[in-house]
C-alpha cells in the first residue's frame, strides 16, 4: 500500500469523504480509526482496511461505500501498474486471453493485475493527464467484454478436470461470480488512476455509489434493490423499537389537574408530583394504496414488505395495488411465506391491476377503491398512498381523494420523485397536496424516517 504523506489530514479527508456519502463516522469513530492505524502501521493493506472498517462502519449496508473510498483515500499503488508498462499483452485480443486464463484458474492476483493493465489500455480518454481526460471504467469493459468470455473459461476448467467436480450449474455461476468481481477490479482501478487527474475528494463525491439506505427508489437498479430488500428487517426491527417506545411515552395523557391538587396536599400545596389521565393504549390501523406501474414498483415493493415486517405493531393491515385497476393484495403481502423477490411479480400476476394497458390510471383506481373498499377506512386508520402521481393526462379525480381523507384519522402521499418535479408533465402531485399532506421520499432513510414521525401511536 502506498502510505500516506500526511496521515491525519488523509484520515481526515477519508472520514469526510464517508460520511458525504451517508456513513455517520464522527470524531470519536475517527479517533478510534487514528488509533487502530497508530497499532496496525501500513505495510498490510488488507489488516489496514479492516482495522478502519471496525472502527468506522456501523451498520449493515455501508462496507461497499467503505471499500470504495478506501481504495480512492490509500491506494494500492500510484500511477501505470508495474506489469502495464513493461510484461503486458499487445492488444485487447491477447488481454481477453490472459483474462479468461486468469478466470479458468481463479488467480485473484493475475485478475487484479489484469484489471491494472485494461483500464491502462483500454480505460483512458481524452489526454489521461489533462483537464478533460481521465479513465473510464465503462469504456475499458465495453471494448474488453469480459462477460463473453464465460463459455471459453467453462472449456478450460472441463478441460483442466473441473467439470468433474462441480456440477455445470454450479461451475457456471462460479465463473460469473468470478467476472462480476474481475469488473468490480476494473472499477476500482479506474477510480484510482481518474482521482490521481481530477483529485479523490472529487471522485469520491461523485463516482462512489450512495450507502443503501440513500439510493434513489426510482432509479434503483436490480442489484439495489436486492440489497434494499436484505434491510427490511434490520429496519423493521429498528423501527418498531421506535413505534413502541412512543407508544409507551404517550400512553401518560394530560394532567388530571384535580388529583394533581389532591396530591399536592401532602407537600404543603406543592404540586411535586403530578397526575395524569392515562391513555388506552391502542395500535393503529393501516391501509397502503400502491402504485405499481413502473419504476414507482420497486418503492411500492419495498413499502409493502416494511409493512409486512411491521405488521404486529398495527392491529389491522390492508394494502391495495393499482396500475390501471385496484385490487386488494393483503393475502400476498401480510402472508408470512411472501416471497421478497417476487412479491412485485406475483401481485401483478395474481391480482386484478391490469386491466388495459398497464399505464397507472389514478382517476379510475381511486374511484374503485372508493366504490369497493371505502369501508376499510375508519376513524382509526392512517391511509398511505404510495405513488409518483402521474396520470398520464387522465383525470385525477380529486372527490374521491376527499371522500377517503374525511373517513380516515389521517391520510398521506408518499411520492418518491423530487419535489422540484411535482406537477411538471402530467403529475397531478400538487393538485393531490392540496387535499391531504404530501412527503417526498426517494430512499429507504426517508421512508424510515416519515413511518416513525407520521404513523401514530
Known sequence: ???????????????????????P????????????????????????????????VRRGGQRAVFDAAFD???????????????????DAEELREALAE??????????????GIAVEMLGEYGSGSGPGGGFSAHQTLD???????????????????????????????????????????????????????????????????????RVDFLIASRAQLAELRRTVQPLSRKLATR???R?????????????????????????????????????????LLCDLSG?????????????????????????????????EVTHLVTSGAADPERLGARILEEAAVVRWDGHSDYGGALRQFREKWLDAVGPRTSVLVLGDARTNGGDPNLDAVRAIRDRARHVYWLNPERRALWSTGDSAALAYADLVPMHECRNVQQLGTLVTRLLPS
Open 102 to 115: 486468469a478466470l479458468a484458474a481463479g488467480d485473484e492476483q493475475a485478475l487484479a493485475q489484469l484489471a
Open 143 to 213: 471494448r474488453l467484454q469480459p462477460q463473453t468470455l464465460i463459455v471459453r473459461v467453462l472449456a478450460a476448467i472441463r478441460a483442466g478436470g473441473g467439470g468433474e467436480e462441480f456440477t455445470d450449474r454450479l461451475t457456471r455461476d462460479e465463473v460469473r461470480r468470478r467476472v462480476e468481481s474481475f469488473r468490480g477490479r476494473v472499477r476500482t482501478e479506474a477510480r484510482r488512476r481518474a482521482a490521481e487527474v481530477r483529485g479523490r475528494d472529487r471522485v469520491a463525491r461523485h463516482a462512489i455509489a450512495p450507502a443503501a439506505d
Open 247 to 287: 407508544r409507551k411515552r404517550t400512553t401518560r395523557g394530560q394532567i388530571d389537574l384535580r388529583r394533581t391538587l389532591r396530591r399536592s396536599l401532602s407537600t404543603g400545596g406543592v404540586p411535586v408530583r403530578p397526575a395524569f389521565r392515562h391513555r388506552r393504549p391502542s395500535r393503529p390501523e393501516i391501509v
Open 25 to 56: 463516522a464522527g470524531p470519536s469513530e475517527t479517533v478510534d480509526a487514528a488509533a487502530a492505524l497508530e497499532v496496525l502501521g501500513f505495510d498490510d493493506r488488507e489488516l489496514v482496511r479492516e482495522g478502519l472498517a471496525a472502527a468506522l
Open 295 to 327: 419504476s414507482v414498483a420497486g418503492f411500492a415493493n419495498f413499502t409493502m414488505l416494511l409493512v409486512q415486517a411491521l405488521r404486529d405493531q398495527f392491529s389491522k393491515v390492508r394494502v391495495f395495488a393499482f396500475v390501471d385497476s385496484t385490487d
Open 243 to 245: 413505534l413502541a417506545a
Open 1 to 23: 500500500m502506498t502510505a500516506p504523506g500526511g496521515v491525519t489530514e488523509r484520515l481526515t479527508a477519508f472520514v469526510q469523504a464517508l460520511r458525504e456519502q451517508g456513513v
Open 72 to 90: 480512492l483515500y490509500f491506494p494500492a499503488g500510484v500511477g501505470v501498474p508495474e506489469l502495464a508498462r513493461e510484461d503486458r499483452p499487445r
